[in-house]
């Protein structure tokens, strides 16, 4: 069975990018009967930050996706250690003494931003590395990467294909620090080797790295877990999605203080980048997960369309809409709990369940409630223009005539459906007006506004005083 992980570090909010790289873990792992791991790589004590932890943690917990198994690299370190030993105590690796000052200073004068390694270093004999070592002079421990022969370095990647690179184009990286703290290289393999990790499934910007993956896990002596890169998420722009330049529109929870459902957000990160074969669009999280493989994922980069003015791409507003809209309307009522006390409403009981259907299809995201339903809840009603209470040009009279003749049919009409419907077009019968002249001054009296619900929904979960009042001022602005 699949062993999967993400390993996030807590240097910043969780990135959109990275949160589809944890989907892609879990659905494989869900898929095929795995286990799905969680560990947090925070040996880069320097920059992470506990308000990046519970970011990552909150936004994973929002995404509605668990794991099974947990872990932190900095718990961890002891292991990290004794791999990187046992690699230098095979010969695979050599103590480099160069103070980082003379290594960035030859770097420099070479006009070279790497260099492939040091030749005084390397061929150090093991006798005066102990010595030096053991005197308290501090060093790097560094990957010996096979000169002679050169060979190839390869590994097929389950989305990119086969890949080779030379072993005369691979510096040699280094697996300590100089503080004896293990590098990313050398703490991410010794844990993906000690835990069984199957397959890392990882953004395509590491795919360089696993060349030097593969060195390591050779010289642990473990078989290398299988590599599945993932195509990145760009800007409209071409550049790739940058927490320092696009700022929030790249983190999970603007998404969630937005009003999205965890699901639709699932659904619409699972399409950048893969797609099911078919013309499925909507789908849901278990239709994903029966249907998700390596062969759907591109090999070209995913662009979230996003603007200065709008920061949320349109096709997840989109796939948002019609997920909300596939609600259960008990589930939706729920739902919408938070979204009215955030608000300052305290709705009535029972009254959430009345409201959710005739407002379902008007929202996008649950931040749209306030703006389509604040009228069920705010009394009295924000100044509106009394100009849409009247249905035509120059006939105040006649609006004046059908508020007066709907309060009147109203006070002894009874507040269901059927029965609004039935009292108000007979009450336009009997004034000479049509339908529509009597329904649009009622519907801006009751709700402030010409486009709302359905208006006898709404009248009837308005009830009799409340839309009697209402009423009542809106013939006071007609007549002033």
Known sequence: MPRVRFAPSPTGYLHIGSARTFIFNWLYARRHGGTMILRIDDTDAGRNTQDSEDSIFDGLRWLGLDWDEQYRQSERLDLHTAKALAIFEQGHAYRDFTPQEDAAEKAHATGASTWLCNPEMRELSREESDRRAAAGEPFVLRFRVPREPVREVGFEDEVYGAQSKSTADIEDFALLRSNGLPTYHMASCADDADLGITHIIRGQDHL?????????????????ARFAHLPLLIAPDGSKLSKRKHGPVVSVTTYRDAGFLPQAYVNFLCLLGWNPKDDREKMSIEEITAIFGFEGINRSNAVVNFSDEDPIDPKALWLNSQHLYALPVETLAALLEPWAAAAGWTPEPGQLLQIAPLIQERMKTFADFAAVADFFFVEPLPPYDAAELIPQKGAAAMAALVLERAKQTLAQTEFTHDALEQALRAAA????????????????????????PPLFETLAVLGRALTLARLDRALELVRS
């Open 208 to 224: 360089t790295n696993t060349f030097k993956h593969v060195l390591i896990f050779e010289a642990l002596g473990v078989a290398a």
């Open 429 to 452: 019968a009997e004034i000479g007006v049509k339908a529509g002249q009597m329904f649009q001054p009622v519907r801006v009296a009751v709700c402030g506004r010409k486009v709302a």
